[in-house]
């Protein structure tokens, strides 16, 4: 099996692919951590040992692992969890070196190895164009030619960041759930701060892709993943598909066609 590693800055979703056979691609089991930047190998082996036994996999069924990072003080532990309990060298996507979609970008190095996987999992599935948006800690637009380029990307802030930030500065408001409001015109604070939070990013995601649409020059295919898409797609009629394991899959996909590669 390959266990398929995505670290972003809020949660870690791990995901075990089989490898051989028939069945090879097929997705057995995936969970989600916390980040915790300062996590031993030692930490993460002992998580995802737990969670291997949890579902009855031996550790000796992993013989890859393969990382999409967005959090440079986990390499090490990452790296040291895959030598040590696994006896693989971890593999490390990075949009500058990968080799299945073209980046376009000023700064290939710059690009996010989320992004890219996302962008590699949503080619895996779908005809380009595409807008791909990753609501996470940040809200992550990323735009992919016809041609199956990476063209750039547009970054906001995330919805947890922001109400954290408001709440944050502003004594008289409190934390709310995160749901549509009855209405836009709030009648308490509770759904005054829900209408601004909901309506508000279901607007500028909305217009972000629309103004992205038109700079491709034609219609994409609009899709949303990330741990916070469902507080934002239900209440939008923008996206075409909504994918949890786009990036998952995307590593998957580098990871398999890498060592194809590798190997003629």
Known sequence: MLLAIEVGNTNVKFGLFELEGAAAGTLVHSWRSITQRRQTGDDLAAHVDSMLRLNSVSRSAVKRVAVASVVPPLYRALSDMSTRYFGVRPEFLSAARQAIVPVKTQHAGELGADLIGGAIGALSKHAAPLIIVQFGTATTFGAVSRRGEYLGTAIAPGIEVSVDALIGRAAKLMDVPLVKPPAAIGTDTATALQSGIIFGYVGQVEHIVERMTSEMGER???????????????????????????????????????RARARV
Not at 228 to 257: C, M, N, Q, S
Request: no cysteine; aromatic share 8%; proline share 3%.
């Open 220 to 258: 994409a295919l609009t899709i949303a993943t990330g741990g916070l898409a469902d507080l934002i797609v239900p209440h939008t009629d923008i996206f075409d598909v909504k994918d949890e394991r786009l990036v998952l899959d995307g590593i998957y996909v580098w990871a398999t066609t890498a």
